[in-house]
């Protein structure tokens, strides 16, 4: 007796099927996700936030700088696994929506929220040893309030990459397909913004350090408004005598070139004197050697209208560092 022969297979009904199975894997990943997200959330809120407002521990101000809109999120939180543990995606990730604000709200309050906390843990006795007290509860898991308190931002980059792959696998026919798609694009939105405030914020930290580096009269606002790219000893290379070492900092639209300060200034130990700035805008750059990747490090010919400088490392590593961020910042003046 002959066997049957098998059945032709159909592309589109096997695609179908690879989109279900990863719809279905991805929603279980998000619910799952959302079950523990909630939970330390509900965590901070109990033992923290209101605790903290119960016992007066802390000032109403520096409640709300240290924690931000932590409620808020926890109560978004509650409403969408409500959903998601129903089955309905698309309507619980629309109605999470409007909520996105309030991680916005949390991403420019973060910075201050660090600083707080680490000042009420320097200052307050009191605050120290309730913080103590609650990180040392069974429910936390040898977890530490800071390493919570960034919580809603690290779960927003899991909500884009979740909340996409589950647009993506959702078929068009499917009732949920515009919610899922349209809740997509909104939090993508939502983390670049995120993603834009944090780095603000470090550049902001860049240039408050670079800034106490600098001392004298010249270095007063020289970083105010820039952007920071990158800093490290040079050695500069004059047409004639030794190479110089000097430190350099480099910013957008700037180069600046300093000395440190001699050990005779106890006032300003360890702090550099600003030597000179160089505006990338006018700046060509070559390099003299330093091709073949070898380790003997390499040379870097900067030009400017009114002057050349000749920069030498001996760490092929380093200046391959130098010379691409001189690049980004003779292209970002450019553009």
């Excluded at 695609?15 to 990863?22: G, L, P, S, T, V």
């Excluded at 119960?54 to 999120?73: C, D, H, S, Y």
């Excluded at 470090?202 to 670079?210: I, S, T």
């Amino acid at each position: 007796m002959e066997s049957p022969a098998p059945r032709a297979r159909c592309p589109l009904q096997e695609q179908r099927a690879r989109w279900e199975r990863k719809r279905a894997c991805t929603a279980r990943e998000l619910l799952e996700t959302e079950r523990r997200y909630e939970e330390q959330l509900g965590l901070v809120a109990t033992y923290f936030v209101g605790i903290l407002r119960a016992k007066g521990t802390l000032r109403p101000p520096e409640r709300q700088a240290l924690f931000g809109p932590w409620e808020l999120i926890y109560g978004a939180s509650q409403e969408l696994l409500t959903y998601l543990e129903g089955g309905h995606w698309g309507q619980g990730l629309e109605g999470f929506c409007p909520h996105l604000e309030l991680y916005t709200q949390f991403a420019d309050n973060a910075e201050r929220s660090q600083t707080t906390l680490q000042e009420q843990l320097k200052k307050s006795k009191r605050f120290r040893r309730f913080v103590r007290l609650q990180e040392g509860r069974p429910e936390f898991g040898g977890l530490h309030l800071q390493d919570l308190l960034p919580l809603p931002l690290q779960r927003l980059q899991q909500y884009e990459t979740l909340v996409v792959a589950l647009a993506e696998n959702t078929s068009p026919n499917s009732p949920d397909h515009q919610q899922l798609t349209r809740a997509a694009r909104l939090i993508s939105e939502t983390s670049q913004r995120v993603h834009t405030i944090g780095q603000k914020q470090k550049n902001d930290q860049h240039l408050r350090r670079v800034q106490a580096l600098l001392s004298g009269r010249r270095a007063k606002g020289l970083t105010s408004g820039r952007w920071f790219l990158h800093q490290g000893w040079l050695l500069v290379v004059p047409p004639r005598g030794e190479p110089r070492p000097r430190m350099f900092f480099l910013f957008s639209d700037v180069l600046l070139m300093a000395k440190r300060r001699p050990p005779l200034y106890l006032l300003h130990s360890g702090t550099f004197v600003c030597q000179a700035l160089y505006p990338m805008a006018q700046c060509q750059l070559h390099k003299v050697f330093g091709h073949s990747g070898g380790p003997c490090g390499g040379l870097l010919s900067l030009s400017f209208p009114h002057e050349k400088l000749l920069l030498m490392s001996t760490d092929q590593e380093e200046l391959l560092h130098w010379y691409h961020s001189l690049t980004l910042a003779i292209s970002s003046q450019k553009n």
